[in-house]
């Protein structure tokens, strides 16, 4: 049997010069040499005779340009989630990606006084703005609202009580447990009410030398419906005052625009919650706001003053392409007039049923066309949801195109979500009512959508 050629042959072939330009030098060799392990694993099992060097070496380039594909990708968010977070949540508007970008690219007055020449604060980038936009004294920023939240409650109650209602012991998704969160923090939680009801009565129970502060978490993803109560927050805010502790909410969501303008349900503001008395607000930057990851806090000057001196900031801290994002975002909100226009989560948000049945209209043949004899494309309705736990129990009227397997089966349906996951750009869908639905609220590239569709590789 002839033997397959040596990596020294093979590295000095005429086609390594060009991989070795692209993937260096150890790379290649590497690749070759995993390459030839491969080959010389099948030649064992098979005895067929060893591939040509060409062959050999098509192969190891094949082998370099996957590894070299970076792991983090963009997809097409078909799913009707339009915050999707294992999708990356909002998208950024283009003025804060260049923002980013010129951040990234070299120094910059990140935490620098140009005009004193001194030391600065890296929150003095959007701090005034955050204060103008919700009426707060004071702002920080950190890496998520978790991570927000962990630092208030670490801040005013490490080794306190914090007396919370049992109706907001709530788990955002993932391990975010409002109990364990207190407890990572140093506090203890003290539960005070119902389930479904708690009353000021509860709380005022509750509040004790060792209590620390009472933190209201907006339940922002599921509902309480029925024989219930809670306790308005002027009402907690005053019980908060009379015994000198900060009173916090946790908005998660908090968005900065009526949502109503969208036809959405009204969802808390950081400006409603100051206005009820709250010292303390947390949020988060990707959800409604459509900016950066970040957590934001907005409060009183005294208390945000505690919050920056805590040394967990340090720890939690945003990176100056964060700060870059939210600061570009953030502007985009003093021009209301092209606000949706402007923020992708927005624009997404409220685009009409009408205007995504068009996209489904004009895409809807080369996807026919796509997955010809393997299934069928209609036209369907759909219902969106805003995703990140915020409104869950809303829907949003939406449009799409469902695709049913001429075979009847699970397998059929696998194989389809997997050959539109394979694409160059994954498109990522659901499984409804036996056939693939892809919602279009979130397709608005529908070139580079349709432009790959002939790659779609379906078992005919
Ligand atoms: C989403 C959410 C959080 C966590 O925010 P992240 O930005 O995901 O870290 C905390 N509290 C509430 C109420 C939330 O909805």
Do not use: W
Request: charged share 25%.
């Amino acid at each position: 049997m002839a033997r397959l050629p040596s990596v020294d042959r093979l590295l000095k072939a005429d086609a390594i010069a060009p991989l070795i330009d692209t993937f260096g030098r150890v790379e290649t060799t590497a690749a070759i040499r995993n390459t030839l392990a491969g080959i010389r694993k099948d030649m064992a099992a098979s005895g067929d005779e060893p591939p040509t060097d060409t062959a050999i070496l098509e192969a190891a380039s094949e082998a370099l340009t996957q590894n070299a594909a970076p792991s983090l990708r963009p997809v097409f968010n078909l799913t009707g989630t339009v915050l999707h977070t294992n999708l990356g949540r909002a998208s950024l508007p283009e003025e804060a990606i260049d923002a980013v970008a010129a951040a990234a690219r070299g120094a910059s007055n990140l935490e620098y006084r140009i005009g004193e020449g001194k030391r600065g604060d890296r929150d003095e980038h959007i701090e005034d703005q955050l204060c103008a936009m919700t009426g707060a004294e004071a702002a920080t920023i950190v890496n998520n609202n978790a991570a927000a939240v962990m630092l208030v409650l670490n801040t005013f109650a490490l080794g306190k009580e914090v007396p919370t209602s049992r109706g907001e012991l709530i788990e955002i998704g993932g391990s975010f447990r409002m109990p364990d969160i207190m407890a990572q923090s140093g506090c203890t939680l003290v539960e005070v009410g119902t389930t479904n009801r708690t009353h000021l009565k509860d709380f005022a129970g509750a509040i004790g030398p060792d209590t620390g502060m009472i933190m209201k978490v907006h339940t922002s993803n599921y509902v309480v419906e029925g024989f219930t109560a809670e306790v308005p927050e002027p009402e907690l805010a005053k019980l908060c005052h009379d015994n000198n502790i900060p009173f916090a909410i946790d908005l998660g969501s908090g968005t900065l625009t009526d949502l109503a303008q969208f036809g959405l349900p009204h969802e808390p503001t950081p400006m409603e919650a100051m206005k009820h008395g709250a010292d303390v607000i947390t949020f988060s930057g990707d959800k409604l706001l459509g900016g950066p990851q970040a957590g934001i806090i907005v409060g009183t000057k005294d208390y945000i003053a505690q919050i920056k001196k805590n040394p967990m900031k340090r720890a939690l801290r945003c990176d100056k392409m964060t700060i870059a994002a939210l600061s570009a975002v953030l502007r985009l909100y003093a021009d209301p007039d092209r606000l949706v226009e402007r923020v992708p989560t927005l624009r997404l948000l409220a685009r009409r049923v009408d205007a995504i049945r068009g996209v489904a209209e004009r895409i809807g043949p080369a996807l026919a066309a796509a997955v010809d004899g393997f299934g069928s494309v209609t036209d369907t309705a759909c219902e969106s949801q805003i995703g990140s736990g915020a409104l869950p129990t809303r829907r949003i009227p939406s449009a799409g195109l469902a695709i049913s397997p001429n075979a009847k089966s699970g397998t059929a349906l696998k194989a389809l979500a997997e050959a539109f996951r394979a694409l160059p750009v994954p498109v990522i869908g659901r499984i409804q009512d036996d056939a693939f639905i892809l919602d279009l609220r979130c397709l608005e590239d529908e070139d580079s959508f349709t432009a790959q569709l002939p790659a779609l590789d379906l078992p005919r």
